[in-house]
């Protein structure tokens, strides 16, 4: 067994999402395309003899026991399998924290995939997945990565061509937004048929590896609720298309907002202006990335 591994936890973004209908479970049935993204944070599994598993991570707010799903990634699988000894965890976060870029998700897909490799658990990855969305509708996804299209409650997921390369700017506010409460306010049942985004046409689009035909086809439907709360998330996306994004939108349930250029020059000179202009007082992060389509890495996530 390999007692140590360092991981790749990437985020992701939301192309597109379009909320279809909440079913009679309290569940939401949706209908996204999902991107991951360069920015990541970075996991760092040991094995050890003593039992139990401990958390340690670099913002003093993050959980350190069960309410941290990288602890119940771990635990999901030591007591399936019965295994020994115990497993400490160092988590390094980049991503934004409830941002609306599954940066927790993403942790535990990561978590889920080292364990399996360390202790040698022989789990395919579509088992992983089936463990995964125990966790949270978003660990399948983090686990397969890349470009896809992902239905039902976020578990039905396809594979799409790698979208078009770009460079990608992402700025989160400095407010965190409850992904409950955000459904809680859609009232899915009740939005209008202009309210849906046109989720297959970005499909198209990608598959034709259309950049800006992918970019016109943005739409999150959680803006309704998220950018109507915080007006900020607008004024984002406003200065991002104005300083020559080809598109600007909201990550999720947010409050992230992300902007797709095709150009560097103006991808660095609108991370600047976020940094340093006037809104830069109510801007928590910003980052300059691009996509990420390597579904297998070496050495892990």
Same mark, same amino acid.
């Given at each position: 067994m390999n007692n140590r591994m360092r991981l790749k936890a990437h985020g992701k973004i939301n192309l597109g999402l379009d909320v279809l209908r909440r079913r009679e479970d309290g569940y939401h049935e949706v209908k996204m395309v999902m991107q991951t993204v360069g920015l990541y944070d970075s996991i760092d599994l040991r094995a050890v003899s003593r039992p139990g &598993?401990? *958390?340690? !991570?670099?913002?003093? /707010?993050?959980?350190?026991?069960? @309410?941290? $799903?990288?602890?119940?990634?771990?635990?999901?699988?030591?007591?399936?399998?019965?295994?020994?000894?115990g497993l400490d965890i160092r988590l390094r976060k980049m991503i934004p924290v409830a941002a609306g870029m599954a940066g927790g998700s993403s942790d535990a897909a990561a978590v889920l995939y080292g364990v399996n490799r360390m202790f040698r658990l022989n789990l395919t990855m579509e088992e992983l997945k089936e463990r995964g969305v125990r966790i949270g509708a978003d660990v399948p996804y983090c686990l397969m990565r890349g470009t896809a299209l992902?239905?039902?409650?976020?578990?039905?997921?396809?594979?799409?061509?790698?979208?078009?390369?770009?460079?990608?700017?992402?700025?989160?506010?400095? &407010?965190? *937004?409850? !992904?409950?409460?955000? /459904?809680?306010?859609?009232?899915? @049942?009740? $939005?209008?048929?202009?309210?849906?985004?046109?989720?297959?046409?970005?499909?198209?689009?990608?598959?034709?590896?259309?950049?800006?035909?992918?970019?016109?086809?943005?739409?999150?439907?959680?803006?309704?609720?998220?950018?109507?709360?915080?007006?900020?998330?607008?004024?984002?996306?406003?200065?991002?298309?104005?300083?020559?994004?080809?598109?600007?939108?909201?990550?999720?349930?947010?409050?992230?907002?992300?902007?797709?250029?095709?150009?560097?020059?103006?991808?660095?000179?609108?991370?600047?202006?976020?940094?340093?202009?006037?809104?830069?007082?109510?801007?928590?992060?910003?980052?300059?990335?691009?996509f990420f389509n390597n579904r297998e890495v070496s050495n892990g996530l």
């Open positions: &598993i401990r *958390v340690e !991570t670099n913002l003093y /707010y993050l959980p350190n026991d069960q @309410n941290n $799903l990288v602890w119940k990634a771990a635990e999901m699988l030591m007591k399936e399998f019965d295994l020994q000894g992902s239905e039902g409650i976020g578990e039905i997921l396809t594979p799409l061509p790698p979208a078009p390369q770009c460079f990608v700017l992402l700025a989160k506010p400095g &407010i965190s *937004v409850s !992904t409950k409460w955000v /459904y809680t306010n859609l009232h899915a @049942n009740e $939005l209008k048929p202009e309210d849906h985004p046109d989720i297959d046409g970005m499909v198209e689009a990608i598959r034709r590896g259309d950049l800006k035909g992918m970019a016109d086809k943005f739409g999150n439907v959680l803006e309704l609720v998220t950018e109507k709360r915080y007006p900020v998330i607008g004024e984002i996306k406003d200065v991002m298309k104005r300083m020559g994004a080809l598109n600007a939108m909201m990550s999720g349930s947010g409050p992230t907002v992300f902007g797709l250029f095709d150009s560097e020059k103006a991808a660095k000179k609108a991370y600047w202006a976020l940094k340093n202009g006037r809104l830069s007082s109510k801007i928590r992060q910003v980052y300059l990335t691009n």
